[in-house]
Nanobody, 114 residues
Framework: QVRLVESGGGLVQPGGSLRLSCLASGFTFSITNMRWYRQAPGKEREFVAFISSTGGWSTYGDSMKGRVTISRDNAKNMVYLQMNNLKPEDTAVYSC???????WGQGTQVTVSS
């Protein structure tokens, strides 16, 4: 069955970096567009990044634009989110999402704090 497993979250100091990973299975990953979202406590879920099936096209939400890069490795069924210059307001659960299947991963917690 379809499965998304995120990893790479954790505690990082302001200004630090993290790379999140999302391992996909149960569907044809190489022809599937992917997205990352985040949700902070008490706030609505927020779009972070999109990548096309081939990796040739990506878009970003306003909140992290310029500090985040989405990428993918279709040979490994992986999608990544490189986050730099992290701020306390980036603290959230980050989840990957399959738009065509309306399927969410369980998420990984990112906490930015000194």
């Amino acid at each position: 069955q379809v499965r998304l497993v995120e990893s790479g979250g954790g505690l990082v100091q302001p200004g630090g970096s993290l790379r999140l990973s999302c391992l996909a299975s149960g569907f044809t990953f190489s022809i599937t567009n992917m997205r990352w979202y985040r949700q902070a406590p008490g706030k609505e879920r927020e779009f972070v990044a999109f990548i096309s099936s081939t990796g040739g096209w990506s878009t970003y939400g306003d909140s992290m634009k310029g500090r985040v890069t989405i990428s993918r490795d279709n040979a490994k069924n992986m999608v990544y989110l490189q986050m730099n210059n992290l701020k306390p307001e980036d603290t959230a659960v980050y989840s990957c999402y399959i738009p065509s299947l309306d399927y969410w991963g369980q998420g990984t917690q990112v906490t930015v704090s000194s």
